[in-house]
């Protein structure tokens, strides 16, 4: 999840040890994470185990081609540590939409086209819940959902 928008709620409601432990894995990794990448760390307050990290695209205009293939990297690499952490459930707020400005529908389509394809390619059995705050998502999402 990102640290703009979203991120700045979970790490509210996750407290202090979620930004500790966010900065002491940039300390050791030496440097801010790439965009497309994901790292993990303990929920803490949150009623959850985990939570997953990962840097969104920065649109400014159109979105690009390198865009959309970096979207779809947050997500795989999400599903990836998802999997090596053996977790059964993994709930996606809508990466880069927010503050990074990534269009909606077209974030939506990668979201849901990357998660199916990485399920396929590796018949993983992580239940992907999309986890939407505004009613205009929540639309894009069913209608891209149902028409699947």
Known sequence: ???IGIGNAIHTFAGIQLRL???????????EEETGRAKITPAFNLPCRYVLHTVGPVVTG?????DERLLASCYRSCLELAETYSLGHVAF???ATGEFHF?????ADIAIQTVKEYQKSTHSKIEVIF???KDSDFQIYRKLLIAD
Do not use: D, W, Y
């Open 62 to 66: 159109r979105s690009t081609k390198q």
């Open 1 to 3: 999840m990102i640290v």
């Open 131 to 133: 986890n939407v705050f």
């Open 93 to 95: 707020c809508c990466i």
């Open 103 to 107: 269009p909606s529908e077209k974030a």
């Open 21 to 31: 432990a966010c900065a002491e894995l940039m300390r050791q990794q030496g440097h």
